[in-house]
């Protein structure tokens, strides 16, 4: 590996730790100090491309594939319709914004599934992301008993009914059981598969913080989560998780606010103001069908919308977002931007799968079996919230998408027996 080359993968373990970890109030002169890290990364890569051969190669070689490559052409349409819609969206700069915030997660995957697609590497990556984990888990549970960077909403019990609701480093109880519940399987998996029995406590031990945690947010929305991934797992490695892991989480729900937060999902009262969110979205896009109303625009025309139609009016809202990831796509970008989309979300599940499916690797096999619960359990919660929006929870999704598409873009000795992608 050249200098440039270790240079950029030394950069992309940096970001990968510290993403969740720098508050968004951190800023260099008006840039996060995070996408200052990216900004770093693009340059170095630059660099190596035109100071190296095989750089060039690497580039040249990995475009022609991106673009022949059924994933990543969708993701190519779903980024072209985001700049389109600059053309006619009322907030341009929002939606040249959340289209920016795209391309990043596209430079991660390609240099991540080009650069970086070697056994070593990518366990290196991989375990940058538990540590870091380990790390928000941590300060997850000071937070719970001081408080510690939360603000008034999410400690004052009157707030919702229960006690405080923990978001670690992130800035919402809702993001940062989005952030667990990508991470939380796959450890799972782990502490189940490892033999190392120094390796194996550390997981185990893992697993119950990062479920402490995941049940300390008292987010509804993570706990419907976990519960799919469980069976998810139930169905692809054993029934008896259910057992195992459904018995310690009733054991937890004996926690009071715990237990209330668990009736709360039945409780559509406090689910109206979500409903008149989607109600909203839909006129949106009954009245804007094939190209939505721009990228990002659904807060900026949630008020215009609201006053046209009174009877979506909840409280006083004002700018408020979707809270459901598909109906914001589809209302923001119409029907080329959900369908591509929707292409997005149906291959990555297959490229999961086809990942743990044919691994013999004692690592890979258990933590991308996780993976695949992580991801239909993702996938689901964004039916009611926007968290494919938020950059500290999102682009994990989108860096264990990277690093599926590595491993089978290059298939490394060793780790694959008998299949052709």
Known sequence: ???????????????????????????????????????????VYIIGIIVSKKGRENFINGIVNFFLDKLSIFMTILLAIMLLSTIYAVDKTLALSESARFITYIFMYFIIKYEFNNKKQIKILLRCYIFVSFVLSCIGIVQHFTGFGLTEKFTKPSA???GIRIASTLFNPNAYGAYLILIIFPVIMLSIYE???????????????????????????????????????????????????????????????????????????????RIKLWKTAIMMIKEHPLLGVGNGNYVTRYNEYIKKYKELKYQEYKNYPGHNSYLKVQSELGLIGIASFLGIVTITLCRVKKLYSITTDNFYKPFYMGVMAAMVAFLFMNLFDNLFFVPKATTYFWFLLATVEALLNNRPKGIYEGSTI
């Open 195 to 273: 033999k190392n029995k120094n390796k194996k406590i550390m997981y185990i031990f893992l697993s119950i913080l990062l479920l402490t945690n995941l049940l300390m947010t008292l987010s509804r929305n993570a706990f419907l989560g976990f519960g799919l991934g469980v069976l998810v797992l139930a169905l692809i490695y054993s029934i008896k998780l259910i057992f195992a892991l459904g018995g310690f989480s009733i054991l937890m729900f004996f926690i009071p606010s715990v237990f209330q937060r668990v009736k709360d999902v039945t409780n559509l009262s406090q689910d109206e103001s």
């Open 160 to 162: 919702f009914g229960t």
């Open 1 to 43: 590996m050249d200098f440039y080359k270790k240079t950029l993968f030394a950069l992309t373990c940096v970001y990968i730790i510290l993403l969740p970890l720098i508050p968004k109030e951190f800023i260099f002169h008006g840039v996060l100090f995070t996408d200052l890290i990216l900004a770093l990364m693009i340059f």
